[in-house]
C-alpha cells in the first residue's frame, strides 16, 4: 500500500513537471508520421495478466510486435523522430498513465511483450510475476537492453527479495542519470 502510495505521489510530480514536454512530443510523434502517437502495447502485468502499455509511438505501423532486438535492422523501422525519442526515453513517458491505473509502478520489472515466451516463464518460474510491472527497474539500471534475458530475471529476483522505497529511489535516480547519459539503449 505504501508502494502505490508512492506511486501516485510521484505521479502527481511527474505530471506537474512533464505536462508540456508530454504534449510537444505528442505533437511532435503526430507531425513526423501518419498514425496515432500512442502506441498501446500488449503487455505481460502483475501474476501473469495481460494489459495495454501506451509508450508513444517511435516505430513505423507495420512494425512487427516482437522485443525490438529481435528485428534483423530495428532502425529501419525508426519514424522520423523514433530514434530520437527512443534514446532519451521521452517514448516512455505515456506509462505514467498506467502507473495511475495501477497496472504498473515507478520501479519493478519491466513488463514483458505477450509474446516472450522465455521471459515469462523464467519470471513465473521465480516468483517475479507477484511483482507489478515498472517503468524502470534493477535491470534497467544495470544493462537494459544490452542484458540477456537470464541476467534481466536475475536482477529481477534481487529486486523481489529487497524491495523497499529505499531500493526505489535509489532506482529512480540511478535511471535519471543512465536516461542523460543514454546509457544501455542500443537503438
Not at 9 to 28: D, K, M, Q, T
Not at 88 to 95: A, F, G, H, I, V
Request: glycine share 6%; charged share 20%.
Amino acid at each position: 500500500m505504501i508502494k502505490r502510495i508512492f506511486d501516485l505521489f510521484l505521479c502527481i510530480i511527474a505530471f506537474s513537471i512533464l505536462g508540456i514536454p508530454l504534449l510537444l512530443v505528442y505533437l511532435a510523434v503526430k507531425a513526423t508520421s501518419q498514425g496515432p502517437a500512442l502506441h498501446w502495447s500488449k503487455r505481460v502485468g502483475r501474476n501473469n495478466e495481460i494489459f495495454l502499455m501506451p509508450k508513444f509511438r517511435s516505430m513505423k505501423l507495420n512494425t512487427p510486435q516482437v522485443a525490438t532486438h529481435l528485428l534483423t535492422d530495428p532502425t529501419q523501422y525508426l519514424t522520423p523522430i523514433g530514434g530520437f525519442i527512443r534514446k532519451t526515453s521521452l517514448d516512455e513517458l505515456p506509462q505514467l498513465l498506467s502507473v495511475v491505473k495501477g497496472d504498473m509502478s515507478f520501479v519493478g520489472p519491466r513488463p514483458a511483450l505477450f509474446n516472450q515466451a522465455d521471459l515469462i516463464e523464467l519470471r513465473t518460474r521465480f516468483g517475479v510475476e507477484k511483482l507489478r510491472p515498472g517503468i524502470t527497474g534493477w535491470a534497467q539500471v544495470n544493462g537494459r537492453d544490452e542484458l540477456p534475458i537470464p541476467v534481466k530475471v536475475e536482477y529481477d529476483k534481487f529486486y523481489l527479495k529487497n524491495i523497499s522505497i529505499g531500493l526505489d529511489i535509489k532506482i529512480l535516480f540511478l535511471t535519471v542519470f543512465k536516461v542523460l547519459k543514454s546509457d544501455g539503449v542500443s537503438h
